[in-house]
């Protein structure tokens, strides 16, 4: 009542409404970032497979080119092996 009085009533109403606004953006914007913590977890899990798969390939490469009696494609192989960029590793490069 103090605020309504010292303030009137359409702005009182309007920081009422404001606080109303910034809370139901705060709940919003907490879900989004749980969201996104999920789906950073994901990533990083994904991109450990990758990295597992790209090593049992160039490995299995070896054995097939040993078992073949084939000369094995150093550069090839050399090229697939992880390394940091940007501060992460990059398993991309074949």
Known sequence: MMLVSELGIPIATAIVM????????????????DN?????????MLENRVRTMNNEIVKIDLMI????????????????ENFVEEGHIDSRRD
Do not use: H
């Open 65 to 80: 080119s040993q078992a073949l009696e084939l000369k094995p494609d150093v550069d090839r192989v050399a090229r697939a």
């Open 18 to 33: 404001g606080l109303f606004i910034f809370l139901t953006l705060k709940y919003i914007l907490d879900g989004v970032l």
């Open 36 to 44: 996104i913590k999920t789906l950073n977890g994901f990533v990083t």
